[in-house]
């Protein structure tokens, strides 16, 4: 278990500096470009994923519930992956699944309360007029963009031809990244990290 913690900690470690860094150096929409199809361009998600939102204030709160409710429940599944010795690997599955989860719950718990606005201004760690947000209400930082395919289709295709075409637009952090590493390999492993499968693969 000890091994999953670390991994965990590692991840959440890398998150929150990284988020933290751009916070305080970058404002929203501001970017730094590493290469041309590797940016860094701060973004910040309020809602569900591709900024999807829903119900206002409320539907936050719900969410930012259900997300403290899915962690505990996958903290809960690792531990009982672990006490029935489930192969090292469908574990960390998990683990990264776990970091990925309670990294970007802790923007949405606590950077509302932390942090000014980014709006044409590079927010402040603790400012004196309080945060942005109350509790609850933080927006997940997003910062990874990777823009590697632009140009535009050719005519002949219908519908789409003459558009323009960008691929990958989504911009993600390193929770988002965690959790669709640790999903690819729960369904590579998935057979491991059943309650019947587990037990009888159970190396114990």
Do not use: C
Request: hydrophobic share 50%; glycine share 8%; aromatic share 16%.
């Amino acid at each position: 278990m000890r091994q999953n913690l670390l991994i965990v900690a590692l991840i959440l470690l890398a998150d929150q500096a990284l988020k933290i860094w751009v916070k305080q150096t970058m404002m929203l929409g501001q970017e730094h470009r590493i290469t041309d199809w590797f940016i860094l361009h701060f973004t910040e998600n309020p809602g569900m994923a591709f900024g999807l939102e829903w119900g206002g204030d409320v539907g936050k709160y719900l969410l930012t519930i259900f997300r403290i409710a899915a962690s505990v429940w996958i903290f809960t599944w690792l531990v009982k992956l672990n006490r029935n010795h489930v192969p090292a690997v469908a574990q960390i599955s998990v683990a990264l699944v776990l970091a990925g989860a309670v990294g970007n719950l802790i923007d949405s718990l606590f950077y509302g309360l932390l942090f000014d606005h980014s709006y044409h201004q590079v927010a402040t760690l603790f400012p004196k007029g309080g945060g942005y947000a109350g509790f609850m209400l933080g927006h997940v930082v997003d910062m990874f963009y990777f823009p590697l395919i632009h140009t535009t289709l050719p005519d002949w295709i219908p519908f789409w031809g003459g558009k323009e075409f960008l691929f990958f637009q989504p911009i993600f952090n390193i929770a988002d990244a965690s959790i669709t590493v640790g999903v690819g390999l729960m369904i590579v492993y998935q057979r491991y990290l059943f309650e019947k499968n587990a037990q009888q693969h159970s190396v114990a």
